[in-house]
């Protein structure tokens, strides 16, 4: 099996630079395919894939999946022209006589590893920018949603030949064996222990990378917030996709004085989203497989065990990976839901008693992806805003960010590496080639060897005036 990777990985090696020197209009017809494809062709099978593999709601598969890919296809198609264009940069009057610019070229072969938690939009919007950028490509979807992973594979062998653009499928050996391979670039979305792995195998063969991680996002909500408001977003920014979003609001870290009226506020939003009875809805998601359901139910037991306060839900059913919207106070700071990543439908609650506490809180912890703030107070705000760190903020919303193809997106340190999406996405792709031309006998040339005294002079006045 490592043999047919290296074959296919040759064939793109071979490829590359037919790939890299095609034009505007041709990548722009390669991005038309796969949006039609994605948006009209294999729409339906898009979303019956993503049913069976964790039942998520039709209208969510449209929202979370389709249209961030379509959306991203459009965008990148109105841009590219002018993206690939030379960008001219001056040249300094030490190198009279030449000019400068910056062109925009493919990294070469690529590896694309996406998660599962949104297979159609975390495999084809990096394949959007890497298509831009004219790169060839190997897609690695996740084995946990296998569905999703078939139909994707129909999608690319629709569009593309193998030597251009191929999806292998497989399991944690085949994302081994790919990374043995010396790709210019990897572009990984997953968890910061797997990003350690793939930027450890990467260092091998000096391949750059762009990880985009997650951790444990803060969610602040201070005493100035319209609470009704702030109750009723992140209920939904938190259970869209069952929880199952690496920018999710992890954790909320509140007020004090106004955490009982936040908890009623939630509360009376999830039964207008889900209604009581929310194992019958079919608007929520399930948990992806046995393997995460257990682990979030221990969770939950470990909460039990702390005697922490379970505010709302703590209902599972296993036979159907259901974990009811849960919401837990009182924590105990060794409690596991406030080490690890949590990753599904349980929201902990925190209180401070003043900002600085709060900030305090969020800075002994790893870098977030997403840091949210509540708030009506423009210095709060601020004052979060300059005393923190995060790969991403949106302030009285949460996820939204995510949308915005004019952002750059991606973690820090430990919530990722590099950014996505837009015009990053295609930088993330490219490499940023610096070119000098000549075009008359330039000044240097009186400075080359023998040096004389007057030659030292004609330096001593360059160091002063260039």
């Known amino acids: 099996?490592?043999?047919?990777?290296?074959?296919?990985?040759?064939?793109?090696?071979?490829?590359?630079?037919?790939?890299?020197?095609?034009?505007?209009?041709?990548?722009?017809?390669?991005?038309?395919?796969?949006?039609?494809?994605?948006?009209?062709?294999?729409?339906?099978?898009?979303?019956?894939?993503l049913y069976n593999d964790f039942k998520k709601p039709e209208l969510e598969v449209d929202l979370t999946e389709i249209y961030p890919v379509v959306s991203e296809i459009k965008y990148?198609?109105?841009?590219?022209?002018?993206?690939?264009?030379?960008?001219?940069?001056?040249?300094?009057?030490?190198?009279?006589g030449s000019s400068s610019w910056v062109t925009y070229e493919p990294k070469g072969v690529c590896l694309i590893i996406s998660p599962w938690n949104f297979p159609f939009n975390l495999t084809f919007g990096p394949l959007v920018s890497a298509i831009a950028a004219g790169n060839t490509v190997i897609l690695k979807p996740s084995e946990m949603t296998?569905?999703?992973?078939?139909?994707?594979?129909?999608?690319?062998?629709?569009?593309?030949?193998?030597?251009?653009?191929?999806?292998?499928?497989?399991?944690?050996?085949?994302?081994?064996?790919?990374?043995?391979?010396?790709?210019?670039?990897?572009?990984?979305?997953?968890?910061p222990a797997v990003g350690k792995i793939v930027m450890k195998a990467a260092a091998t063969h000096l391949s750059s990378v762009t990880l985009e991680l997650g951790g444990k996002s803060p969610t602040i909500v201070d005493k100035t917030a319209n609470i009704n408001q702030a109750a009723r977003k992140i209920a939904w920014g938190k259970f869209l996709n069952n929880g199952q979003i690496c920018v999710s609001p992890d954790y909320?870290?509140?007020?004090?004085?106004?955490?009982?009226?936040?908890?009623?506020?939630?509360?009376?939003?999830?039964?207008?989203?889900?209604?009581e009875e929310i194992e019958q809805s079919s608007d929520y998601s399930r948990v992806v497989n046995d393997k995460h359901f257990d682990r979030l139910v221990n969770h939950i037991e470990n909460a039990r065990q702390c005697n922490a306060s379970i505010e709302i839900g703590g209902v599972s059913n296993k036979t159907e990976n259901f974990i009811e919207p849960t919401v837990i106070s009182n924590l105990?700071?060794?409690?596991?839901?406030?080490?690890?990543?949590?990753?599904?439908?349980?929201?902990?609650?925190?209180?401070?008693?003043?900002?600085?506490?709060?900030?305090?809180?969020?800075?002994?912890?790893?870098?977030?992806?997403?840091?949210?703030?509540?708030?009506?107070?423009?210095?709060?705000?601020?004052?979060?805003?300059?005393?923190?760190?995060a790969g991403t903020t949106a302030i009285n919303n949460n996820v939204l960010q995510y949308s915005n193809h004019h952002l750059p997106f991606g973690g820090s340190n430990n919530s990722g590496i590099g950014k996505s999406h837009g015009f990053y996405g295609f930088e993330a792709f490219s490499n940023r080639r610096a070119v000098l031309k000549q075009h008359t006998k330039g000044a240097t040339e009186f400075l080359f060897p023998p040096y004389t005294k007057l030659k030292q002079k004609l330096v001593d006045w360059t160091i002063k005036w260039f």
């Not at 793109?12 to 095609?22: A, E, L």
């Not at 990148?76 to 009279?96: G, I």
């Open 146 to 191: 296998p569905n999703s992973s078939k139909v994707m594979a129909e999608i690319v062998k629709a569009i593309f030949t193998e030597d251009e653009v191929a999806l292998v499928e497989g399991a944690v050996e085949t994302s081994k064996a790919l990374l043995q391979l010396p790709f210019n670039h990897i572009f990984f979305t997953g968890s």
């Open 252 to 275: 909320i870290l509140i007020d004090e004085t106004v955490k009982s009226d936040f908890i009623s506020a939630f509360k009376k939003h999830l039964n207008e989203f889900y209604t």
């Open 76 to 96: 990148v198609s109105a841009n590219l022209k002018s993206w690939m264009k030379r960008q001219k940069v001056e040249t300094p009057m030490a190198l009279l």
């Open 332 to 389: 105990p700071e060794e409690a596991s839901l406030l080490q690890e990543e949590i990753f599904g439908p349980i929201l902990p609650i925190k209180t401070y008693g003043n900002l600085e506490a709060a900030i305090a809180y969020i800075n002994s912890k790893e870098k977030p992806l997403a840091l949210y703030i509540y708030s009506k107070s423009k210095s709060h705000i601020n004052y979060v805003i300059k005393n923190t760190r």
């Open 1 to 49: 099996m490592e043999n047919l990777y290296l074959e296919l990985f040759n064939r793109q090696k071979n490829n590359q630079f037919k790939v890299g020197n095609t034009t505007y209009k041709e990548r722009l017809k390669k991005l038309k395919s796969l949006r039609y494809a994605v948006e009209v062709t294999y729409k339906q099978k898009i979303r019956e894939a």
